[in-house]
C-alpha cells in the first residue's frame, strides 16, 4: 500500500512540474536525473517508479536531434 501511494505521489509531482514548464523540460529533468544517477533509478523503487514509467506518465516524446 505505501509503496501504491508514493508512486501516487511522485506521478502528481512529475505532472505538477510539466504543468509549470513543459512536458519536454520535465522529460529532460528525468532523463538527466538518470544520466547522473548513473541510470540507478531507471528501474524504479518502493518509492519511485521507473524513470520509463514516470516519461509515460507526462507524456514525453524523445525528439529527433536536429539536422545538422
Do not use: C, W
Not at 15 to 30: D, I, K, V
Not at 31 to 39: F, I, V
Amino acid at each position: 500500500v505505501f509503496s501504491k501511494i508514493s508512486h501516487y505521489a511522485e506521478y502528481q509531482a512529475d505532472q505538477y512540474g510539466a504543468q509549470h514548464t513543459s512536458n519536454q523540460a520535465m522529460g529532460n529533468a528525468l532523463l538527466k536525473l538518470s544520466e547522473l544517477t548513473e541510470h540507478i533509478v531507471d528501474q524504479g523503487s518502493m518509492t519511485h517508479p521507473s524513470i520509463e514509467k514516470r516519461l509515460a506518465n507526462i507524456q514525453f516524446q524523445v525528439l529527433p536531434a536536429p539536422a545538422s
